[in-house]
C-alpha cells in the first residue's frame, strides 16, 4: 500500500488483516513498513503498510526512495488516495512511481534487441512506426554502447518505451486505485472517481465496498489455483497450488519438485482448460484457475 501521508492506509490494514498498524490524524504516522496477513480465496496474502511518500519521494524526500523501493518488489500496488485530491494524488504518486522504474498497469514492450558482433544496426517493425525513427534508435543504441544489432519493434511504441526496454531493469506491476475516504464526498464525485479503470472507491471509517475491493484485489493478483492429486489419493481442495495466470504444466511440476520435469511422462487434467474429463496433456499445456492435475512420472 503506497500513498500520501494521512490517506487511510494504516486503517485499511487494520480492518483487512489481524496486525494492528497505529493510525492517527496526523501525517507520517507510520514510520516504517508494516507487515500484515490477509487469507482470501484460500490465499494468504501480505499486504505491507508503508509510510506516507510525499512529492519528490523519488529524488530522496522524506526517505520516499526506500519506501518505492519496497513497492518495487510488490506483485501488486494498491494506491491508496483521499477522495478529495484522488486525481491529483494519483498523478503525482505515479510519476514519483515511474521515476523509479515502476510501470503501472502496462505491459513490457514487445521489442526485440539481438545484440551481434558485427554489422552495425538493422531496425524493422512489424507496423509503422509514428513515435519512433531508425536515426534515433541509432542514437540511443549508440548512448548505451551498443553499436551492432538487429532491433524488431512488434508496435509502434514511443522513444520512453524503447529506451525501457534497452534499460531492461524497469519493473512492471499491476496497481489498484483505492478511494477512501467517500463517506466525506458527495455522491456524484463519487461516482465519477468510481468510473476510473482500476479503481475502488471505499470508506475505512464506514467499511463501505471492502468485499469489491477484496474482489479486485484478487483479479489484479492475476493468479490461479491449482488442485494437485497424488497418485492413489484424494484432492485436498484446501491445499491449492498458486500460480501465475497463464501457467503451464511445467510450472507445475518445478514448484512441486525440480526433479518432475525430467522425470515428466503426461499429466491428466480435469476443470475448466480440458474438454474430456480427465484429459491426458503435455508439459506445455496452460491451465486454468481451479484445474486439478495428477503428475504421471518415469
Ligand atoms: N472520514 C474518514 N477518515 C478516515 C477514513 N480512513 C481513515 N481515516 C482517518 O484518517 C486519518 C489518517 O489515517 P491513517 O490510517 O493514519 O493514514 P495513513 O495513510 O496510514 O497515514 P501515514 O501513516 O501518516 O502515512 C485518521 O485520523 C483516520 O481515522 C475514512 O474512510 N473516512
Ligand atoms: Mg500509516
Known amino acids: 500500500m503506497i500513498g500520501f501521508p494521512s490517506v487511510g492506509k494504516s486503517t485499511l490494514l487494520t480492518l483487512l488483516t489481524s496486525t494492528k498498524s497505529q493510525s492517527a490524524a496526523y501525517e507520517f504516522t507510520t514510520l516504517r513498513c508494516i507487515p500484515g496477513i490477509l487469507v482470501h480465496n484460500n490465499t494468504v496474502i501480505q499486504l505491507l503498510d508503508l509510510p506516507g511518500i510525499i512529492e519528490g519521494a523519488s529524488r530522496g524526500r522524506g526517505h520516499g526512495r526506500q519506501?518505492?523501493?519496497?513497492?518495487?518488489?510488490?506483485?501488486?500496488?494498491?494506491?491508496?488516495?483521499?477522495?478529495?485530491?484522488?486525481?491529483?494524488?494519483?498523478?503525482?504518486?505515479?510519476?514519483?512511481?515511474?521515476?523509479?522504474?515502476?510501470?503501472?498497469?502496462?505491459?513490457?514492450?514487445?521489442?526485440?534487441?539481438?545484440?551481434?558482433?558485427?554489422?552495425?544496426?538493422?531496425?524493422?517493425?512489424t507496423c509503422d512506426l509514428t513515435q519512433i525513427d531508425s536515426k534515433l534508435v541509432y542514437e540511443i543504441l549508440k548512448l548505451h554502447r551498443i553499436h551492432n544489432a538487429e532491433v524488431l519493434f512488434h508496435d509502434d511504441y514511443s522513444v520512453d518505451e524503447f529506451?525501457?526496454?534497452?534499460?531492461?531493469?524497469?519493473?512492471?506491476?499491476?496497481?489498484?486505485?483505492v478511494v477512501n475516504k467517500i463517506d466525506c464526498s458527495t455522491m456524484a464525485e463519487i461516482h465519477r472517481l468510481a468510473c476510473f479503470p482500476n479503481t475502488v472507491v471505499i470508506s475505512c471509517t464506514e467499511r463501505l465496498n471492502f468485499t469489491f475491493l477484496l474482489q479486485m484485489l484478487w483479479r489484479l493478483l492475476n493468479i490461479i489455483h491449482i488442485y494437485t492429486k497424488p497418485k492413489g489419493k484424494k484432492v485436498d481442495f484446501n491445499d491449492p497450488l498458486i500460480l501465475p495466470r497463464g501457467s503451464t504444466v511445467q510450472a507445475v511440476c518445478n514448484s512441486i519438485h525440480r526433479d518432475f520435469v525430467d522425470?515428466?511422462?503426461?499429466?491428466l487434467v480435469w476443470g475448466v482448460?480440458?474438454?474430456?474429463?480427465?484429459?491426458?496433456?503435455?508439459?506445455?499445456?496452460?491451465?486454468?484457475?481451479?484445474?486439478?492435475?495428477?503428475?504421471?512420472?518415469?
Open 163 to 177: 529506451i525501457d526496454c534497452i534499460e531492461n531493469n524497469r519493473k512492471y506491476i499491476p496497481c489498484l486505485y
Open 273 to 298: 482448460s480440458v474438454r474430456f474429463q480427465p484429459q491426458r496433456v503435455g508439459l506445455h499445456f496452460v491451465l486454468h484457475d481451479d484445474d486439478v492435475v495428477a503428475l504421471y512420472t518415469r
Open 263 to 267: 522425470r515428466f511422462k503426461y499429466a
Open 67 to 125: 519506501v518505492i523501493s519496497t513497492a518495487r518488489n510488490s506483485d501488486l500496488i494498491l494506491m491508496v488516495l483521499n477522495c478529495d485530491s484522488a486525481e491529483l494524488q494519483r498523478k503525482l504518486l505515479s510519476r514519483e512511481l515511474y521515476n523509479m522504474g515502476i510501470r503501472l498497469n502496462s505491459q513490457r514492450p514487445n521489442i526485440s534487441v539481438r545484440v551481434k558482433a558485427s554489422g552495425g544496426v538493422i531496425v524493422n517493425s
